[in-house]
C-alpha cells in the first residue's frame, strides 16, 4: 500500500528552524516527483518545494527559496524539508504529495497533479 507519512511539526519561535519528514512506503522515493506543499484555512494549498525524481533537481516557491532546503534519503526512503528562518506567515498545515510523470517540473505546484498525500504535520511559528 502506497503511504506517505509526514512527522518533525511543532511550534517555534521566529528565526527558527524545523526539519519535517516524509516517510515513504509502497513505492520508491526516488522513482516519484516527491513535493511538500502547505495550507492554511481558508486559502488554497501552496506548492513549496519540489525534488525531481532520480535526480537532485530542486523547485522552490518563491516565498520559501534561500529558507527551505528538500531533500531525499535514498536508504531510508524520506523526503525531508529543511526549514530556516521561519516567519509567522509560515504557519500552516505540511503535506508531502507524490506523483510519478517524467515531467516533475509540469505544474509542480498545483495540488491536483498528485496522485498521493500523507495527512499533514501542522507547524506554528510566534513572533
Known amino acids: 500500500q502506497e503511504q506517505l507519512m509526514e512527522s518533525g511539526g511543532g511550534s517555534v519561535q521566529a528565526g527558527g528552524s524545523l526539519r519535517l519528514a516524509c516517510a515513504v512506503s509502497?513505492?520508491?522515493?526516488?522513482?516519484?516527483?516527491m513535493a511538500w506543499f502547505r495550507q492554511v484555512p481558508g486559502k488554497e494549498r501552496e506548492g513549496v518545494a519540489l525534488r525531481y525524481s532520480g535526480s537532485s533537481i530542486s523547485q522552490y516557491a518563491d516565498s520559501v527559496k534561500g529558507r527551505f532546503t528538500i531533500s531525499r534519503d535514498n536508504t531510508k526512503n524520506i523526503v525531508y524539508l529543511e526549514m530556516g528562518s521561519l516567519q509567522p506567515e509560515d504557519t500552516a498545515t505540511y503535506y508531502c504529495a507524490a506523483r510519478r510523470t517524467w515531467a516533475c517540473g509540469d505544474d509542480w505546484y498545483s495540488g491536483g497533479v498528485y496522485n498521493h498525500w500523507g495527512q499533514g504535520t501542522q507547524v506554528t511559528v510566534s513572533t
Open positions: 509502497g513505492f520508491v522515493a526516488s522513482s516519484y516527483c
